[in-house]
């Protein structure tokens, strides 16, 4: 060992990093009480407190011990971009130089946050700008609910968010304990307090960890499906290839029982003649009746380069009717966020992409140069 490593100070601990069992562990663990735990998490989210010094209901020498070993670190709101809807979009910075990308969507009636899970995506679905930027690594839970704690601290008490949906940046259920510890956050009565029905974890059909997730948490499910049978989801959503169908429409009725809404929820992009004829609605149909669904059609957002066009409002329209007509509830997804890129598959933040994949694309001529 040498003088370099016996002098090194241990890292501070994130205390974001915990949801309320974790930080009730770590308490116990320091010879306190959990309910420490409780007093702290308010303190954090709810007084929006950072100052261990303000936590006075803490004991002195508590204070004194958080105050030398832990730290209460967000990322930083570098870059903010207001579209004409209201639709506000914010870049992230984490500590490591990395940036990914929140939004916010206010409607009439809620205000919901749209949550990234990783810096890029690990998944290569062909219709989507994230996709496209390659993957360096997960978010910490600190890094997830910072977006939310980021976000309200800027919005203020009047602008209440009241949705949460982990459909930005990233594969959600490839970031499994950390995406789950920022969820419980969300939902904690002594932080955000969320309900269950409005916390909203989208995947691409992670079957293992959709499992997994029924065991563990308690939130609403939206699924990425994009395509009405195995040959053609093979090549837009690569990740069927490994999970197909059979297996993920399986892993949805199995959460679809237990979960807080009874039903799935499917997402469907609407590509010019790629999935939008009314043979792949009626063969939707026919798939999304083994499932209580709904499903929610999103004509595709463009972005440079990509080898898409979105389908007519005419074809998005006798879909929608197709489905409606089959008794199935489906609503088109109004875009929000357009004029900004915050809309759907858009988000792109700054990655340094490790797994090189902006580098085959830009050899095929398909990277639009991030
Ligand atoms: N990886 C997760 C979370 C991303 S959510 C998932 O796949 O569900 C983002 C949603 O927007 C997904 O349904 C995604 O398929 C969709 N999307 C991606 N690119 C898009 C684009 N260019 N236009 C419209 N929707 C897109």
Same mark, same amino acid.
């Given at each position: 060992?040498?003088?370099?490593?016996?002098?090194?100070?241990?890292?501070?601990?994130?205390?974001?990093?915990?949801?309320?069992?974790?930080?009730?562990?770590?308490?116990?663990?320091?010879?306190?009480?959990?309910?420490?735990?409780?007093?702290?998490?308010?303190?954090?989210?709810?007084?929006?407190?950072?100052?261990?010094?303000?936590?006075?209901?803490?004991?002195?020498?508590?204070?004194?011990?958080?105050?030398?070993?832990?730290?209460?670190?967000?990322?930083?709101?570098?870059?903010?971009?207001?579209?004409?809807?209201?639709?506000?979009?914010?870049?992230?910075?984490?500590?490591?130089?990395?940036?990914?990308?929140?939004?916010?969507?206010?409607?009439?009636?809620?205000?919901?946050?749209?949550?990234?899970?990783?810096?890029?995506?690990?998944?290569?679905?062909?219709?989507?700008?994230?996709?496209?930027?390659?993957?360096?690594?997960?978010?910490?839970?600190?890094?997830?609910?910072?977006?939310?704690?980021?976000?309200?601290?800027?919005?203020?008490?009047?602008?209440?968010?009241?949705?949460?949906? &982990?459909?930005? &940046?990233?594969?959600?259920?490839?970031?499994?304990?950390?995406?789950?510890?920022?969820?419980?956050?969300?939902?904690?009565?002594?932080?955000?307090?969320?309900?269950?029905?409005?916390?909203?974890?989208?995947?691409?059909?992670?079957?293992?960890? &959709?499992?997994?997730?029924?065991?563990?948490?308690?939130?609403?499910?939206?699924?990425?499906?994009?395509?009405?049978?195995?040959?053609?989801?093979?090549?837009?959503?690569?990740?069927?290839?490994?999970?197909?169908?059979?297996?993920? &429409?399986?892993?949805?009725?199995?959460?679809?029982?237990?979960?807080?809404?009874?039903?799935?929820?499917?997402?469907?992009?609407?590509?010019?003649?790629?999935?939008?004829?009314?043979?792949?609605?009626?063969?939707?149909?026919?798939?999304?009746?083994?499932?209580?669904?709904?499903?929610?059609?999103?004509?595709?957002?463009?972005?440079?380069?990509?080898?898409?066009?979105?389908?007519?409002?005419?074809?998005?329209?006798?879909?929608?009717?197709?489905?409606?007509?089959?008794?199935?509830?489906?609503?088109?997804?109004?875009?929000?966020?357009?004029?900004?890129?915050?809309?759907?598959?858009?988000?792109?933040?700054?990655?340094?992409?490790?797994?090189?994949?902006?580098?085959?694309?830009?050899?095929?001529?398909?990277?639009?140069?991030?």
């Amino acid at each position: 060992m040498n003088s370099a490593t016996v002098s090194a100070k241990p890292a501070l601990i994130n205390l974001l990093d915990f949801d309320r069992k974790g930080l009730q562990a770590f308490f116990v663990e320091l010879g306190e009480k959990p309910f420490r735990a409780t007093q702290v998490l308010k303190w954090i989210y709810q007084e929006g407190i950072s100052d261990f010094d303000e936590m006075t209901n803490l004991s002195k020498s508590l204070r004194n011990h958080l105050k030398e070993h832990c730290q209460i670190k967000v990322p930083e709101i570098v870059a903010e971009q207001l579209a004409s809807d209201g639709t506000c979009k914010w870049a992230v910075q984490m500590h490591c130089g990395n940036r990914v990308e929140t939004v916010y969507i206010p409607e009439e009636r809620r205000a919901t946050l749209c949550v990234s899970s990783q810096v890029g995506c690990a998944l290569a679905c062909t219709f989507c700008s994230t996709a496209k930027q390659g993957f360096n690594r997960n978010l910490s839970t600190a890094e997830i609910i910072g977006q939310l704690y980021l976000a309200q601290q800027r919005l203020g008490p009047e602008r209440r968010i009241t949705n949460v949906v &982990m459909m930005g &940046m990233g594969e959600p259920l490839l970031n499994f304990d950390n995406v789950v510890a920022a969820m419980n956050l969300m939902m904690d009565d002594f932080c955000y307090g969320l309900s269950k029905r409005r916390v909203t974890i989208s995947t691409s059909g992670i079957v293992p960890a &959709m499992k997994r997730l029924n065991e563990v948490c308690d939130v609403s499910v939206a699924v990425s499906l994009h395509a009405p049978n195995d040959a053609l989801r093979d090549q837009i959503v690569p990740i069927n290839v490994k999970y197909p169908l059979k297996e993920l &429409m399986e892993a949805c009725r199995e959460y679809a029982k237990t979960g807080p809404r009874k039903h799935i929820t499917f997402e469907y992009v609407m590509l010019d003649s790629i999935n939008d004829s009314p043979e792949d609605a009626r063969t939707l149909v026919k798939l999304l009746k083994t499932v209580p669904s709904k499903l929610n059609l999103i004509p595709f957002n463009p972005f440079p380069q990509s080898p898409y066009r979105c389908s007519s409002n005419a074809a998005i329209l006798k879909f929608r009717d197709i489905l409606h007509n089959a008794g199935i509830v489906t609503t088109v997804r109004k875009t929000r966020g357009e004029d900004i890129d915050a809309a759907c598959g858009q988000l792109v933040g700054q990655v340094q992409d490790k797994s090189r994949r902006h580098l085959k694309l830009q050899a095929q001529g398909l990277s639009h140069g991030q």
